[in-house]
Structure formats: structure tokens, C-alpha cells
């Protein structure tokens, strides 16, 4: 049976994944922070694909730092190298291009591991022009999309990355309005424990829903340090147990 995994897409991992510098977007901003040391396997990338479209991703790559960070790099080698090479042209289905590169970041972390490894991943294609998203969401926390309409969910499309080598993702498209504004919070975030009072609560993903429908018309910086500030408050002084990371992506014009 032919592969989707082209020996191309595995090279010599660095010890740590690539800074990620994110691009200039026209009409829009992009933006992702990360709180405190790393301990676990959040990551998040983005880079420009072709004239008119942005690329990014949020992964959580299982097990402890540093076991998992060779792993975190071969990933980002194989969603900038195959990202590019199947979001290049100018015509192209980006469904069927987002669901090849999950297929072969999938392969590649199972090849890399040697086995099974669960990385839920929510990976997304922005289109200047339109103002449109193509994503798949493989297991992860859903992304909320805020528009005039409310906030929408953009949930699981299929299953985590890394655990069955043909497992599949569904690549759906939604428009962002002006003004419009896709918050990406990693498990950590939705999971963190309250202290005093709030012991036995979690920060939830519904207290994420109400940051964001009251948080007001800001640049993608702003909301994510608004919503890892307030997490942050929420667990107090209790030492984190996971990866805290948000990403947002704000529609200006």
C-alpha cells in the first residue's frame, strides 16, 4: 500500500523546535504566548504559505518535556516543509490539503515514536483575500470563534495525531467577519485548578467562552494575555501541572 510519508519529510531533528515568528497578516493579526517553564507538549507554529494564506497550528504533543522534544521538532519540520509544499499554488482544494498534512504530520509522529504517541492538534489556513478559515481540529480543545452572532465552537474534526497510522480529519471552512476574533486555548488552560474556594472547580472551557464575549474589540496579543492572565489569577499560587498556551486570531479589517 503506497504511504502518504515521503522519506523527505523526516529530517535530523534539532533539540528543540524553531522560534516561531509569527507574520504580518493584511487585515488581520496573529498571535500565541506560552506561560512559564515548559513542562508538557504544547507547541505552536505559523509561517506564510503562499501569497494570500497563513498557516498555523496548536499542538499537544503527549508526555513530559524533554522526552517529547525531538518530537516537537520533527513535527515542525514536516507541518512547515509539507505545509508549504501543499499550500503553495494558487489553486488548490484546501481541504484536501489540510487533511493530506495532518494525514502526513500523523505518520510522521508514529514513525518518529516508533509506536503510538497522542498529539491533539488544531491546525488552520487563513485566506487574506476572503478572510476565510479551513481547519481540522484532531482531538483538541475546541477553538471559539466570536462574531456578531455570539461564539461559535470549533470542535473535534477526528481523532489526535500520532495514534493510528490512516486515521482521518475532516477540513471545514468558516468566514471571519470584520472585527472577528478565533481564541485557541490548549488543555492546560481549560484544566487549570482553582485554589482556596475554587479547589475543587476548573478554569473550564465556558470560563474561556465568557472572557471572550466580554473582552472588547482588541488585537490578538492582548486576548490571549487577557484570558492566560485570568487563568493564571484563577490557579493562584498552586504549581502548574500542564502547558498553559493561547493563540488568537483577530480580523481588523
Known sequence: MHSLFHSHDVVPAPAEP????????????????????????????????????????????????????????????????????????????????????CLRINRGLIDDCKGVHSCPAFIACYHEK?????????????????????????????????????????APTVGLEKGAALLLVSRGVVTCQGHHERSAEEFSLERVKQLLQAAPATGAADLCSSVLNAAGTFGGEIPQCDDRTALALVRTV
Not at 509544499?85 to 484536501?96: G, K, Q, T, W, Y
Open 130 to 170: 476572503f478572510g476565510t478559515l479551513c481547519y481540522t481540529n484532531a482531538g483538541h480543545t475546541p477553538a471559539l470563534l466570536r462574531d456578531h452572532t455570539g461564539i461559535t465552537e470549533l470542535g473535534s474534526t477526528g481523532l489526535p495525531l500520532g495514534l493510528f497510522s490512516h486515521a482521518t480529519c475532516d
Open 18 to 101: 524553531v522560534p516561531t515568528v509569527f507574520p504580518k497578516i493584511e487585515g488581520a493579526e496573529i498571535a500565541a504566548q506560552f506561560v512559564g517553564k515548559r513542562i508538557a507538549g504544547d507547541f505552536y507554529d505559523s509561517l506564510r504559505v503562499g501569497p494570500e494564506r497563513i498557516l498555523f497550528g496548536l499542538l499537544d504533543v503527549a508526555d513530559l518535556h524533554p522526552d517529547n522534544r525531538a518530537i516537537l521538532a520533527a513535527a515542525q519540520q514536516i507541518f512547515r516543509n509539507v505545509g508549504t509544499e501543499l499550500f503553495s499554488l494558487a489553486d488548490i482544494n484546501e481541504s484536501d490539503a489540510m487533511t493530506q498534512l
